[in-house]
Each structure stands twice: as structure tokens, then as C-alpha cells.
């Protein structure tokens, strides 16, 4: 079965600051795995997402993610938080046993506090 | 247009009311789907209509009846809900996969209090 962890409940981070939000995953064959952002009362945000190719994955809002497969790890990184990064963020997978519209496997989410 | 929209924005209903959840998308997405979420939790898949049919139902309650009237529309049927229903209900959309993985793109969602 696909599953993701996200081993932090919360990070804290200064403003202005490089952040680091883990996600390890487990999936048998081929991982396709997202991150999105959800911001109070409202519904999630889409980030990035890495199916094939370059292990470092661009995204919105300035945030990137490293796909380790060795580490079977897919980290947010922004190299300079800002305190309007303050939200939940969800690592998500897709489950490859559902055709025709599939099903995403959520983490629990962390969230982000970034201080001024 | 790259947005989903739900109404109403927060619904507070009584155990024996009927209610429904609109969600409506304008992007072509043939795939729509149904999430519950509890506070700071992650979002809990109930339904998913593909091409307008039901493709997955996540073992929800017969008090939650999904309705998918057209390409653009998804309905949640509300009757007879108790208080541990009350939550965030999301709707979302996404193209349906074909060679490439698409995202989800989410609606802000309906807070619904079941009293």
C-alpha cells in the first residue's frame, strides 16, 4: 500500500531563513508524489509535484522539493522563508491502484510557523 | 478560469434537516471528487466521479448521497447527519490522467456544523 509520513507535526522557522519540511514516502513500483498548501479556512493549494526526471522539482511560491529515492524522501525547501509561508503543508502520493480519477494519499500535514 | 467554487461557505443544519453542498469547475476536469476534513487533519476521500459516474465511494454513510449532474457540477446530498459529521467538506477536480499525473485543484470548502 502507498503511504506517506510526515514526521513533524510542526516547524518553526525565522524569516528570512532556508525551511525544511520532511516527507518519506512508501510505494511499491514507481512514486508520484505532490505537495499542497492549505492556508486557514481554505481549501488546498497545489505546490509541486514529482512523477520522472530531474530530482529537484520547481514549484510555486518559490518552494522546491528533492526527490531522494535512496532515502525514499521527497523534502519542501525555500531557501529564504517569509512569514506568509505560514500554513499546513500536506505531502501526498498517488495510489496507482485506482484508474480514472485516482486517489491521493495525504500525510498528516505539518505546519509552518514562520516568525518575523 | 482555474478556480472551484462551493457553496454555501459554512451550513449549520439539525440532525433531521436535508441539506446539499454545490461545487461547480470550468477547467474540463472530467474527474471531481469529495473530501472530508476534520481540524488539523488531513483531507479524508469520500467520493470520486469519473466521466460523471461514481468511480470510488470510500465506504461513506448513506447520509452523504453524491450527486454529479454534469461535467461542471458535484452535489453532496445532506440528510439526517449527526454531530460527528460536522467538518470541512472539500471538493476538488483534476483532469484525468492521461500519460501525465495531474494535480488536484481544491475549493475552499463548505464548514458544516451538525447540531
Known amino acids: 500500500a502507498q503511504s506517506v509520513a510526515q514526521p513533524e507535526d510542526q516547524v518553526n522557522v525565522a524569516e528570512g531563513n532556508p525551511l525544511t519540511v520532511k516527507c518519506t514516502y512508501s510505494v511499491s513500483g514507481n512514486p508520484y508524489l505532490f505537495w499542497y498548501v492549505q492556508y486557514p479556512n481554505r481549501g488546498l493549494q497545489f505546490l509541486l509535484k514529482y512523477i520522472t526526471g530531474d530530482n529537484l522539482v520547481k514549484g510555486s511560491y518559490g518552494f522546491e522539493a528533492e526527490f531522494n529515492k535512496s532515502q525514499t524522501s521527497f523534502h519542501l525547501k525555500k531557501p529564504s522563508a517569509l512569514v506568509s509561508d505560514s500554513a499546513l503543508y500536506f505531502c501526498?502520493?498517488?495510489?496507482?491502484?485506482?484508474?480514472?480519477?485516482?486517489?491521493?494519499?495525504f500525510g498528516a500535514g505539518t505546519r509552518l510557523f514562520v516568525k518575523a | 478560469d482555474t478556480e472551484v467554487t462551493q457553496t454555501p461557505k459554512h451550513l449549520v443544519m439539525g440532525m433531521t434537516n436535508k441539506k446539499s453542498l454545490k461545487c461547480e469547475q470550468h477547467?474540463?476536469?472530467?474527474?471531481m471528487y469529495w473530501y472530508k476534513q476534520k481540524a488539523k487533519k488531513p483531507p479524508e476521500l469520500m467520493f470520486v466521479?469519473?466521466?460523471?459516474?461514481?468511480?470510488i465511494n470510500e465506504s461513506v454513510p448513506s447520509r452523504f448521497s453524491p450527486e454529479c449532474p454534469n461535467s461542471s457540477l458535484l452535489n453532496l446530498h445532506l440528510h439526517a447527519l449527526q454531530p460527528e459529521d460536522s467538518a470541512l467538506y472539500l471538493c476538488?477536480?483534476?483532469?484525468?490522467?492521461?500519460?501525465?499525473?495531474?494535480?488536484?485543484?481544491f475549493g475552499p470548502g463548505t464548514r458544516l456544523t451538525v447540531l
Open positions: 466521479y469519473s466521466y460523471e459516474k461514481l468511480s
Open positions: 476538488a477536480s483534476s483532469q484525468i490522467p492521461a500519460g501525465t499525473l495531474n494535480e488536484q485543484f
Open positions: 501526498a502520493v498517488r495510489d496507482m491502484g485506482y484508474t480514472g480519477g485516482f486517489k491521493t494519499i
Open positions: 477547467m474540463g476536469h472530467r474527474a
